[in-house]
């Protein structure tokens, strides 16, 4: 009442407030313009996944012979570990990114870490530590190369020349043939495992229940060694239905199409590992929807989209 009464005659009433209301809308349009520039920071996508590792992936990308980044390779002689019967191990040379999640893969039965060494050199350079090792003899049995895979991450993780370059919280496992099936042994001794890869995978143990493990398993169809109806699917249908799972059959192939590189092996090898030992959501898209049947996919399931 008393503004009222010293406004002249015909001014309009004051406008009750109007300090407030401005700063309110000043201080709103300062919070959203932070957020804003928090949103188009350039390392606003790192932080939100501190595990991705390389450029946006492409077909191109993940069907080349190699990655981004330049590698290295350190040999580990058997004399040096116990548990496993040595290998080598290939690395991205740069630390620039900060550590790398790791693979470590088994041959298969009487086979040396040669037969697998081409997997090597092409997934360090997308981004991973990769231990490929030899056996305590090349006639172990599945059960026994899932203890020895084991023994060459601790050993990669805590003893080698490498270890500080590798994450050892983001790990997993690879094999061919009786590999392949101690690549499952492992997975269901160790449950911390991001991934698991058997590569036309031999095992007489035919059902999986118990893993937790992120598992893509590939077989072929032309396996007559450890042919995908007794071994390849019938361990992918054991596995639990909540667990993220694939089962890639590859077209025209044979038990040792895993002993020569493979683009098609390559590639969705390459998408597991990122999407589960790194986390990395970019690849999702090589994984869902299904790839379809092709010139060199017989057949592919799974359990799309992943949740892990």
Request: net charge positive; aromatic share 8%; glycine share 10%.
């Amino acid at each position: 009442m008393q503004q009222h009464l010293l406004l002249p005659a015909r001014q309009h009433p004051p406008r009750p407030s109007r300090p407030r209301t401005l700063t309110g809308l000043l201080a709103s349009a300062a919070a959203t313009a932070g957020l804003l520039l928090t949103a188009l920071a350039p390392g606003a996508q790192a932080v939100a996944n501190p595990y991705e590792r390389g450029p946006a992936p492409t077909n191109a990308s993940v069907e080349a012979s190699r990655g981004s980044y330049a590698t290295s390779q350190t040999s580990v002689s058997s004399l040096a570990v116990s548990g496993f019967g040595g290998g080598t191990i290939y690395y991205p040379t740069s630390t620039a990114d900060g550590t790398f999640g790791a693979v470590v893969i088994s041959p298969g039965f009487t086979a040396y870490q040669s037969s697998i060494a081409w997997l090597g050199p092409r997934l360090a350079s997308q981004g991973f530590v990769v231990f490929t090792i030899d056996t305590n003899t090349t006639l172990d049995q599945p059960d026994s190369r899932g203890r020895q895979l084991l023994s060459a991450l601790d050993y990669l993780t805590q003893r080698s020349s490498v270890r500080t370059r590798v994450d050892a919280s983001r790990l997993g496992v690879m094999g061919h043939s009786m590999g392949g099936g101690g690549s499952l042994e492992a997975a269901k001794s160790r449950t911390s495992l991001k991934a698991a890869i058997p590569l036309t995978g031999w095992n007489t143990d035919k059902t999986w229940p118990e893993l937790r493990t992120p598992t893509l398993v590939v077989g072929a169809d032309g396996d007559t060694v450890a042919p995908v109806g007794t071994h390849s699917e019938p361990f992918y249908e054991s596995l639990p239905g909540s667990l993220d799972k694939a089962y890639l059959e590859l077209r025209g192939a044979s038990h040792f199409t895993p002993n020569s590189s493979d683009t098609t092996i390559a590639k969705y090898s390459l998408s597991w590992l990122k999407r589960f030992i790194d986390n990395d959501t970019r690849y999702e898209q090589f994984l869902c929807p299904i790839p379809r049947p092709s010139l060199t996919i017989a057949e592919y399931r799974g359990t799309c989209p992943h949740s892990s």
